[in-house]
């Protein structure tokens, strides 16, 4: 039986379900110090892909993996917290473009800091070079997956 529950440990998806779940948390204890109560973790993989640059909803949607109404929804909710803005794009009048205004800004740097400091963590705790090489890894792992679902389309 012990041995069996060793073998349960290292199943991929509960180790990702597990970190992903821990993540959250984290980030919701950092958050709630930062940022406004309505600021909902659920947001972070839009806000933090957006960027300084500003993302078009279409990128969005392609980049996290969500439906054209699950940005559309978290957008209006970011933009009643006034943390973005949008505009019609100038070159695909299909798209429109998502900007973080200057507060988004200024939470967006303060949530870049406290995801370094915990990367910092991280690198203590397994050394930089596993660090790395995990992140290499995973991205691998995402490439992977989204060659498999191209191929299936």
């Known amino acids: ?36 109560q309505e600021f909902n973790v659920t947001f972070l993989p839009y806000f933090m892909n957006i960027g300084e640059i500003g993302v078009s909803n279409h990128d969005l949607v ?10 559309s929804k978290t957008v209006k909710e970011l933009e009643n917290l006034g943390l973005v803005y949008t505009e019609k794009s ?25 995801s370094e400091s915990l990367h910092d963590e991280y690198r203590k705790l397994v050394g930089a070079k596993n660090f790395e090489l995990m992140v290499d890894t995973l991205l691998k792992i995402i490439a992977f997956h989204e060659r498999i679902e191209k191929d299936e389309q």
């Open 62 to 71: 392609r980049t996290i993996k969500v439906t054209k109404q699950g940005v």
């Open 90 to 114: 100038d070159t695909d009048a299909r798209s429109i473009m998502i900007y973080l205004t200057e507060s988004g800004r200024t939470l967006f740097d303060v949530i870049k800091e406290h």
């Open 1 to 36: 039986m012990e041995n069996r529950m060793n073998e349960n440990d290292r199943v991929l998806f509960r180790i990702v379900y597990l970190l992903r779940r821990l993540t959250d948390r984290w980030a919701s204890i950092n958050l709630s110090k930062v940022a406004a």
